[in-house]
């Protein structure tokens, strides 16, 4: 096991401990109820706003949305906070979303329920080996997934979603770049062949869509033959290429939604299911098989860092002091610039009605 396969694994071990005690203290729906109402109180006293991702549970989008917050992707998370008028922005999501915010939107305080929730996409691109694997390719530009730290960021001439990856890098190859992509390498894989663009690729992966397994899914369409497939890009190549449709969490729900199929098999965290129920109430989603029985599935389609956006924890999120996003300045300076990049493109393609 490498050094970085392994400390993904005892923290994976720690999530799990977190996880399993959650589980042991699930909560009835009156103690639900009770901790919605005391978190709206506090929400509003301290002229805060909720902003969940699609993967956080089900409990924590719904109170985002009932109390005036939204429930988003993570770019579009950032430009929630960053116009809405509240002057403590709360995220439910995991850690780099916390520090996108604070970077677009630095006079405000960016709290989380805990600083524990991260990434392993995060994890696996470290500042250090990354800046020295980009300085041996001084002729590449450097192009970073937003599911990196503010530091991985500073370091990039762009950063991207899975929604705007494909553009980014067309855009990029039609005037002769060569490129760095980091870290997903399944993500870097889908677009390097959709595009043909000169790829040079960080190993890293999502512990989530690395689990979706081709077999397993080609089995389960001959249960569901009249079923839509629908792929997250950070997925294998083998599971993308039986996708009919292949997008980020957003253009998944929107697939979802336009297309005619009655039933979808969906390969992304299971956390989506929450907004594809509200949105297309009469069609039916099944999750996409992972690992298998008996296997060693490490994520099963759950996030294990999406999950500890706990009610609980979140009740307390004003009351502690270990729960504050804070980014040095400097490096929120030199990661500002290719974040604004990325939000100019993407108000282009808006623009072009391709996005
Ligand atoms: S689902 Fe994957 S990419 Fe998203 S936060 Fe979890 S580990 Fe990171």
Redesign the pocket.
């Known amino acids: 096991m490498s050094l970085a396969s392994e400390k993904l694994e005892t923290i994976r071990q720690q999530v799990q401990y977190h996880l399993d005690q959650a589980e042991k203290k699930q909560l009835n729906p009156e103690q639900e109820r009770a901790l919605c109402d005391i978190i709206k109180g506090r929400l509003e006293r301290e002229n805060a706003v909720l902003i969940a991702h699609y993967?956080t549970p089900p409990a924590i989008q719904a109170l985002a949305e009932e109390s005036g917050g939204c429930v988003s992707d993570s770019l579009e998370m950032a430009k929630f906070g960053h116009d809405h008028p509240a002057q403590t922005l709360v995220i439910a999501g995991?850690k780099f979303m916390g520090e996108t915010a604070k970077i677009l939107t630095p006079e405000k305080r960016v709290l989380m329920p805990t600083l524990e929730a991260t990434?392993?996409?995060?994890l696996g691109c470290p500042i250090e080996d990354f800046s020295a694997f980009c300085d041996q390719h001084p002729d590449r530009k450097v192009v970073v997934y937003a599911?990196t730290s503010a530091a991985v960021k500073a370091r990039a001439d762009w950063v991207v979603t899975s929604s705007i990856a494909l553009d980014v890098i067309e855009h990029l190859d039609e005037q002769g770049e060569k490129i760095i992509w980091a870290p997903d390498r399944y993500l870097g894989d889908y677009v390097r062949r959709e595009t043909g663009a000169d790829v040079l690729m960080w190993d890293g992966a999502?512990?989530?869509?690395e689990e979706f397994k081709a077999r397993g899914l080609a089995d389960l369409k001959r249960v569901y033959p009249e079923a839509a497939i629908l792929v997250h890009p950070?997925s294998p190549a083998s599971v993308i290429e039986l996708a009919d449709r292949v997008g980020s969490t957003t253009q998944i729900i929107n697939a979802a939604r336009e297309m005619p199929n009655r039933q979808f098999i969906v390969a992304t965290?299971q956390g989506i299911f929450y907004k594809l129920q509200q949105l297309a109430p009469n069609k039916e989603f099944i999750i996409a098989p992972t690992a298998g029985e008996g296997a060693d599935c490490r994520s099963c389609a759950n996030?294990p860092?999406?999950a500890m956006n706990e009610l609980e924890i979140l009740a307390g999120v004003f009351d502690r002091d270990d729960n504050e996003i804070l980014v040095d300045a400097a490096v929120a300076q030199r990661a500002m610039v290719p974040l604004k990049r990325m939000l100019d493109f993407s108000a282009q393609l808006k623009l072009a009605g391709k996005a």
């Open positions: 993967y995991v990434c392993s996409l995060d599911n999502c512990i989530v869509h950070e965290d996030c860092w999406m």
